[in-house]
């Protein structure tokens, strides 16, 4: 069975830094497209980003230029690293794993099979 496990929220100061880690279980890590996503209270889940087996990455126009994700097969996990954070990017982040790289897919949440627990990220002003 594929466990996600997202470690690193906390609380930050606005214009803050901030990595998230995305550790997978698996054999498989290294085929999987893996997505990060956040929820606010009373909102949607939000893609933030995305990155494929060969690398290739995925933003949201929200994240764009301040968010960096980066993978290490070697160690089964993903990376989010996260600057010049405002108090709109707190959010409960996901981590998820799993389905297809099409572009067209890979922004929505119904193209991963697994998910972590979250990890809650806010950001004071």
């Known amino acids: 069975q594929v466990q996600v496990v997202e470690s690193g929220g906390r609380l930050v100061q606005a214009g803050g830094s901030l990595r998230l880690s995305c550790a997978v279980s698996g054999r498989t890590f290294s085929g999987y497209t893996m997505g990060w996503f956040r929820q606010a209270p009373g909102k949607e889940r939000e893609f933030i980003a995305a990155?494929?087996?060969?690398?290739?990455?995925f933003y949201g126009d929200s994240v764009k230029g301040r968010f960096t994700l980066s993978r290490d097969n070697a160690k089964n996990t993903v990376y989010l690293q996260m600057n010049a954070l405002k108090p709109d990017d707190t959010a409960v982040y996901y981590c998820a794993a799993g389905g297809t790289f099409y572009a067209d897919r890979i922004r929505s949440p119904q193209n991963y099979d697994y998910w972590g627990q979250g990890t809650q990220v806010t950001v004071s002003s």
């Open positions: 990155i494929t087996p060969s690398g290739r990455t």
